[in-house]
């Protein structure tokens, strides 16, 4: 297989130009090409602006006409944008999700190092290479800190104590490790942790529903994939991740959409399932974080080849998309008041606890 060569920033921004792409400022775009990479912008996100008809039919990509590079690069960043948003909302499920698995085990074996004890973990011989693994990652992870030169609380503990509690070590784990480390939890400890999400979930929906294991570990494994996706800076919008069981989750939603997002595992059903783990104000501000960007966009005309609602149509954020999650018009009326309300250029909405000013800044969209 021959390499491709290496192209100049001239060189790039000409292949550009000759694929109908229009370049307003070649020296701005020669600065964000070097900061960004040709490949992040281009390869990343240039699928919607090119002409159907030539995808995967013809070698030579011909854009849409009258589609600008700015377009492409708003779209990089908007992208970026949302990414921010979701992964803000992951980290601290993350840290629930580490905080109740070490304190349930702990609380079940409060034996030193009961973690590397296989006897503590699932019994079932379908599980035993996830729980060896498991063990084999936990001793790893310890000898790993051990071993370094700088202080770090497990190194702290090997020193004063000569064991590692659980919940130090536990935070030492990525979130894939976590999983690994519930996956291999016999079924009692898994019901008892899933029990402490589901109490809150009943509370903050005030519904009798009760989350199920399987739907906890379909959550897990969902949000370790969009959480990797955030973390290295992949291409989000569009990314699916495959649910092939979205059925878990029939009892908590009941409209048809959100079900199929869930088994798209487009990024609406990732923000539904979020909802069984995240307390209502949260999550409200999660739709409320995600909703404001694709409306400014859209208000403001920053796309002019292609649609908001084409972008919309791959995150799967239409037809009403946040009301279906909770009643998020009624919810931040007031915001809506200020949204409608063009001929104001900032003003200040006051939700309890939490104020945001909103401002209105004319833009030319030809601007990046």
Request: charged fraction near 25%.
């Amino acid at each position: 297989m021959v390499a491709k060569p290496f192209k100049t920033l001239d060189q790039q921004i000409e292949i550009l130009k000759s694929r109908n792409l229009t370049i307003a400022d070649e020296e701005t775009i020669k600065e964000i090409l070097l900061k960004e990479n040709y490949y992040n912008i281009i390869n990343g996100y240039k699928t919607l602006f090119l002409k159907n008809n030539e995808i995967g039919k013809n070698p030579q990509e011909i854009y849409l006409d009258n589609s600008n590079f700015n377009e492409i690069y708003r779209l990089h960043l908007l992208d970026r944008q949302l990414r921010n948003i979701i992964i803000k909302y992951l980290l601290p499920f993350e840290t629930q999700l580490k905080t109740i698995c070490s304190y349930r085990f702990a609380e079940l074996f409060p034996e030193r190092n009961a973690y590397l004890n296989i006897n503590c973990y699932s019994q079932e011989k379908n599980n035993l290479e996830t729980v060896l693994k498991n063990i084999a990652n936990l001793s790893r992870i310890i000898q790993r800190e051990k071993g370094k030169p700088s202080e770090n609380s497990i190194k702290h503990y090997l020193d004063k104590h000569e064991s590692v509690p659980i919940w130090v070590l536990i935070n030492s784990l990525t979130f894939g490790e976590v999983s690994y480390f519930f996956n291999s939890l016999g079924n009692n400890l898994q019901e008892k942790i899933t029990r402490d999400f589901s109490e809150t979930y009943k509370k903050e929906y005030d519904t009798k529903i009760q989350i199920s294991v399987g739907s906890l570990k379909q959550i897990i494994k969902t949000v370790n994939l969009f959480r990797n996706i955030c973390a290295h800076e992949e291409v989000f919008y569009n990314r699916t991740v495959k649910n092939g069981k979205a059925n878990l989750f029939q009892n908590y939603f009941e409209d048809e959409m959100i079900i199929n997002s869930i088994r798209k595992g487009n990024i609406l059903g990732l923000i539904a399932i979020l909802k069984l783990v995240m307390k209502s104000e949260e999550y409200g501000l999660l739709i409320l974080d995600v909703y404001q960007p694709l409306y400014f966009h859209e208000r403001l005309g920053t796309f002019e080849s292609i649609t908001m609602e084409k972008i919309k149509n791959k995150l799967g954020l239409v037809d009403n998309w946040e009301n279906r999650l909770i009643n998020f018009s009624e919810r931040f009326e007031s915001l809506m008041d200020i949204l409608e309300a063009e001929d104001e250029e900032s003003q200040i909405v006051d939700f309890g606890d939490i104020e945001i000013t909103y401002e209105w800044e004319q833009k030319d969209p030809s601007e990046i």
